[in-house]
């Protein structure tokens, strides 16, 4: 247990989200910032995360070993636990400016960011994720309330993600996503019509043209992400409106060159997957694209062809647009 009273952020691999925060992450719309900011501070509460989980293979735990009230009575304050940090806790290799962070936590201390369930009653009360913001040039301070501390120590169950996920993911999705997913990991795949999948993650129908455009802009930069920086990714398929995901290990070598090799030719393998049949391409046609892909990278083609090149264009027109922007 945190015996100082007050949690700093640690290194970890990986870092614990309860059930309850789970579902609130998956369908609420957060920022990069904002989940760097969450990451930061379950990485400050893993240790004292796992007091609640209960020791794998023994029989004779049948709920968490010590309750919430218990936890709390060994803090002075039982309203609320001080955190501190740096900004540099909140950037890692990215660059952001500390003006930004201060926005995002700012806006985590309004009253209206966290919403939570009372179990007995079934209604929402408002809660500030933040507490007391405090800054200096250097180091950044507040305080978490006891009922939402509550909600990220209830360890029944909970999911691992990797640490470095929010700051190394292109999209805030990303994570959304992933949250989403993970409940089915034990079965191994998830089957959702388009619309049903929309509301599950709380995304409006007019956010995205269409089916294509929500696969083009958000399952595809998602998947890309998972399979360079998660533990899990998935592969899918559509089919008349009818998405299935089966969730799969990524088992990269320990080297991070060998690690960056696989998770490229991942992603050029479906990337040229999708273009085949979206860009109608013939197999020669095809054989140049890939060509292109595997001498100039996934990241300098993606540039080239991502949102930039008229949908409407096929075959040879395509591929001569794609030639001309070289």
């Known amino acids: 247990m945190n015996t100082d009273n007050i949690f700093t952020p640690k290194h970890h691999k990986m870092v614990l989200v309860s059930k309850d925060f789970r579902s609130f992450l998956a369908t609420r719309e957060t920022t990069l910032i904002e989940q760097r900011i969450i990451f930061v501070i379950l990485s400050a509460l893993k240790g004292d995360q796992s007091l609640f989980i209960a020791p794998k293979g023994d029989a004779s735990f049948t709920k968490s070993p010590i309750t919430f009230e218990e936890y709390l009575e060994a803090w002075p304050n039982q309203e609320a636990v001080d955190f501190t ?17 201060k926005n995002a936590i700012n806006k985590m201390a309004d009253s209206e960011w966290l919403r939570l369930e009372d179990d ?14 405090r800054y200096n ?7 978490i309330h006891k009922t939402v501390l509550k909600y990220l120590m209830n360890m029944s169950p909970y999911i691992s993600v990797k640490q470095e996920l929010p700051f190394k993911a292109s999209s805030k999705n990303t994570l959304k996503f992933l949250l989403w997913l993970s409940p089915f990991k034990k079965r191994g795949f998830a089957i959702r019509e388009y619309s049903q999948l929309l509301r599950e993650l709380n995304i409006s129908k007019s ?6 455009r929500f696969e083009r802009d958000f399952i595809k930069s998602v998947q890309n992400d998972l399979d360079s920086y998660s533990d899990i990714s998935f592969n899918y398929s559509c089919n008349n409106d009818i998405f299935k995901f089966t969730i799969q290990k990524n088992k990269f070598l320990v080297g991070e060159t060998e690690k960056h090799k696989i998770a490229e030719d991942i992603r050029r393998e479906r990337s040229m997957k999708y273009l085949k049949t979206a860009r109608d391409l013939s197999q020669d046609e095809f054989s140049a694209i890939n060509s292109l892909y595997i001498v100039r990278g996934y990241e300098e083609m993606a540039e080239i062809i991502k949102r930039k090149i008229d949908i409407n264009l096929k075959g ?3 591929l001569k647009e794609v030639y001309a922007r070289l």
Do not use: Q, V
């Open 120 to 133: 007995l009653t079934s209604t929402f009360k408002s809660f500030p994720y933040i507490i007391e913001p």
């Open 85 to 101: 940090a740096t900004f540099k806790h909140f950037k890692s290799d990215i660059m952001l400016k500390n003006i930004s962070i």
């Open 137 to 143: 040039l250097k180091n950044i301070s507040f305080k």
């Open 316 to 318: 040879s027109s395509f």
């Open 207 to 212: 956010k995205y043209e269409g089916r294509s």
